[in-house]
């Protein structure tokens, strides 16, 4: 089937202009991630939801990200007034139930430039 | 704060040497450790997931060992082959969900 998309693929953008990038997990997985790649920083996590409980936002960097999952399906992460420390790779991920026994599956990712 | 370290950053090895990656972490308080494969410009894929109260997980020509108690997993490869050219990605979680991901280790098999 089909497995983690994510749009767009790439996105420049100038600093202090808002961007909303977009998730969609494998149907039927209920727990949705959001990890972001940087150069020489690695794979920090950002976010994670599960069904209809309270999203772990502890890994956001700012109160500049924010992140909402409707109908517990799609999910888009905003970052407003973007900086170009926030240029890097946005990585989503869903797993089945968000059990730590579950396997994530990873998205292409989304590709961030601020100039 | 968990911090996962992977050595080598980088390794070349000719066509058909077996190989191990390394992977240490300092809180060993972790639900499980994984090892993920990350192609150039593409997502990441998982390769093996060993829960904390295993001791080690094997598909195909990978094997995977975790020590929890001093905070180490190896990524054995056997018999490598150009297609194995990838970043490879260890991570652990202390939360059950949230991963922590070391910075990779970068493979070049050549023919």
Redesign the interface.
Known sequence: GAG?SQSPSNKVTEKGKDVELRCDPISGHT?L?W?RQSLGQ????LI?F?GNSAP?K??LPSDRFSAERTGGSVSTLTIQRTQQEDSAVY?C?S?FE????D???????TRLTVL | KQEVTQIPAALSVPEGENLVLNCSFTDSAI??L?W?RQDP??????LL?I?SSQREQTSGRLNASLDKSSGRSTLYIAASQPGDSATY?C?V?N??????????TSLLVTP
């Open positions: 983690v727990a991630y990890y690695g794979l920090e996590f994670y599960q772990d502890s890994g990585l991920a797993s968000g059990l730590s026994t396997t994530q599956y990873f998205g292409p990712g | 639900y499980n994984q993920f410009g593409k997502g990441l894929t998982s997931l829960q990605l991570a979680t939360s059950g969900y949230a991963l922590n991901f070391g910075k990779g």
